[in-house]
């Protein structure tokens, strides 16, 4: 089972009936010149990658901006259809005033598999007390969280937010809460990699691209950033393949890894096995 | 009389040769021009439209040489963030094939049929799939 942990429905056009909508989308998370594209493309994509299921990501702005990038009734939406390509999260904005009731919809009513919060976009410190009854809610379904972390290309996303360094309260308190930060918290890699070796709950994954060519950024990060043997010794349970679609185009991204000089068993780890665990679904 | 009509494809590989060759006589021999020109004319930068003989043989050579001149872990420039797009540029041998290949092809129209030779279908070469393509037919005449 290979599962692409990190993906963005903002262009399937399950959910792109509204061109008012797709446009606050479009400007929200910041990626233009793309259009909506059919299930059949994108399957097509995920049969040529050979990929079998991809985390879906919603994100709610409604304090910050005024909607959803993507809601969580869209995310529904996309799931009861393709239930066996996609994998569904849910996403509050913490500011809400029913942000807890919002959570327990999308968990108990809307089936969705985890949470998803962007602590630059959302503009809150993952480690301010406002968050702990959403935190809490997680933990009473035992939902993971993916977390932003790192530099974000979003407009009006301070990195400040999503350094490592405030999500350590957070695996502190909630050791039982299943958490990934994601980007591998770039450039933050370092502070990403002290987190992981304290916290088992912390995880992360590889949707990163900043600079360069798939091959050179990954080569730069798993084998000059921290040593070959580095994450075979130290990670193999943590690191999660996601390619941040569709910023990034998936199959691109998981060849570069491929290339890596990891072990089989680890690369069974990174494309699948360590976000079934992440999802709950195999302890 | 001038008349344009789209062709959409979808391919499933990120290189891949689609003879689109049926498509579009089917579209000459409908457009209601005895004679003049067609021109098929891709509408994106990093797919070919290129003119050979549907041979698996033939394919198979095309391919493997367009990736032998343009092999997809050389060291290209077109390999960054780009703001204008939100999304990081990583596409360039798709963009250096389609230049090898070009963008369009033209033959004659004679009596509401295409003038060409025997072996020479018409492909649309897609260069960073899989995607949905745009083709135009474009047809000029009498």
């Known amino acids: 089972m290979i599962i692409d942990a990190h993906v963005h429905p903002i262009y399937f056009d399950t959910i792109c009936e509204d061109d008012s909508v797709l446009k606050f989308r479009s400007e929200q998370f910041g990626i233009y010149k793309q259009s909506p594209y059919s299930y059949e493309e994108i399957i097509a994509e995920m049969i040529y990658g050979k990929i079998d299921r991809s985390i879906l990501l919603p994100l709610d702005l409604t304090t910050q901006s005024g909607g959803c990038i993507v809601s969580n009734e869209e995310i529904k939406k996309i799931i009861d259809r393709h239930p066996d390509s996609f994998i569904g999260f849910a996403s509050v904005d913490p500011y809400r005033k029913d942000a807890v009731e919002v959570l327990e919809n999308a968990f108990a009513n809307l089936k969705l598999s985890g949470l998803k919060l962007n602590p630059s976009k959302q503009r809150f410190y993952p480690d301010d007390k406002l968050l702990w009854p959403i935190y809490e809610k997680c933990r009473e379904y035992d939902k993971p969280i993916m977390f932003h972390a790192g530099l974000s290309w979003e407009p009006n996303a301070l990195a400040k937010y999503a350094n490592p360094i405030h999500y350590e309260q957070v695996a502190v308190e909630f050791p039982e809460l299943r958490m990934c930060l994601a980007h591998f918290a770039w450039p933050w890699v370092r502070e990403m990699m002290m987190l992981m070796i304290k916290y088992p709950n912390v995880y992360t994954d590889t949707s990163m691209l900043y600079m360069d060519s798939f091959n050179d950024f990954m080569e730069r990060i798993f084998m000059k950033e921290m040593e070959p043997q580095t994450l075979e010794r130290n990670f193999a349970k943590q690191v999660m393949f996601g390619s941040n679609t569709p910023r990034f185009r998936a199959f691109k991204l998981k060849k570069a890894i491929e290339n890596l000089p990891f072990s089989e068993k680890v690369k069974t780890n990174i494309f699948g096995g360590n976000a079934l665990a992440f999802l709950g679904e195999e302890k | ?142």
Not at chain 2, 99 to 122: D, K, T, W, Y
């Open chain 2, 1 to 142: 009389m001038v008349k344009l009509v789209p062709i959409s494809c979808m391919s499933k590989q990120a290189v891949q040769m689609i003879n689109i060759t049926e498509e579009v006589h089917k579209i000459v021999a409908e457009s209601g021009i005895t004679n003049g020109m067609v021109a098929v004319i891709t509408a994106h930068t990093t797919t070919g439209i290129t003119i050979n003989e549907p041979l698996e043989c033939v394919e198979t050579d095309i391919l493997q040489r367009l990736e032998k001149l343009v092999p997809d872990d050389d060291k290209y420039i077109h390999a960054h963030f780009l703001p204008s797009y939100g999304a990081t540029s990583n596409n360039s041998p798709g963009h250096l094939k389609s230049m090898l290949l070009g963008n369009s092809c033209m033959f004659p129209i004679q009596e509401s049929r295409i003038v060409c030779g025997s072996a020479q279908h018409i492909y649309l070469v897609e260069c960073d799939g899989p995607q949905t393509r745009k083709v135009y037919v474009q047809m000029m005449g009498e």
